[in-house]
Nanobody, 124 residues
Framework: QVQLVESGGGLVQAGGSLRLSCAAS????????MGWFRQAPGKEREFVAA????????YYTDSLKGRFTISRDGAKNTMYLQMDSLKSEDTAVYYC?????????????????WGQGTQVTVSS
């Protein structure tokens, strides 16, 4: 059974940084795409970034390019999201997710597995 467990969220001041982790277990993820999504109160879940586990190719929503960096460590079966220059509008619950195929990686409903989420709060 696939399990995804996020960690690393918390309270940070605007301009600060956080690194989120997503520990994956339950199978080999070499054929998977892994993604980060976020959901702010009263808003829909939105795509943040995705990465091919096998190649390391990464994809970002345009508005976050340059501030957020997705990466993975195959030996640790862990994905990361480095978030820099944080803004109050980055406040949300951040989720990691996994899917088998490469297409439509920006759509939440295409992902089969989800973590429980980790809260990120940026104070201005």
């Amino acid at each position: 059974q696939v399990q995804l467990v996020e960690s690393g969220g918390g309270l940070v001041q605007a301009g600060g940084s956080l690194r989120l982790s997503c520990a994956a277990s339950g199978r080999t993820f070499s054929n998977y795409y892994m993604g980060w999504f976020r959901q702010a109160p009263g808003k829909e879940r939105e795509f943040v970034a995705a990465i091919s586990w096998s190649t390391g190719s990464s994809y970002y929503t345009d508005s976050l390019k340059g501030r957020f960096t997705i990466s993975r460590d195959g030996a640790k079966n862990t994905m990361y999201l480095q978030m820099d220059s944080l803004k109050s509008e980055d406040t949300a619950v951040y989720y990691c997710a996994a899917k088998l195929l490469s297409y439509s990686y920006t759509l939440p409903n295409m992902y089969s597995y989800w973590g429980q989420g980790t809260q990120v709060t940026v104070s201005s």
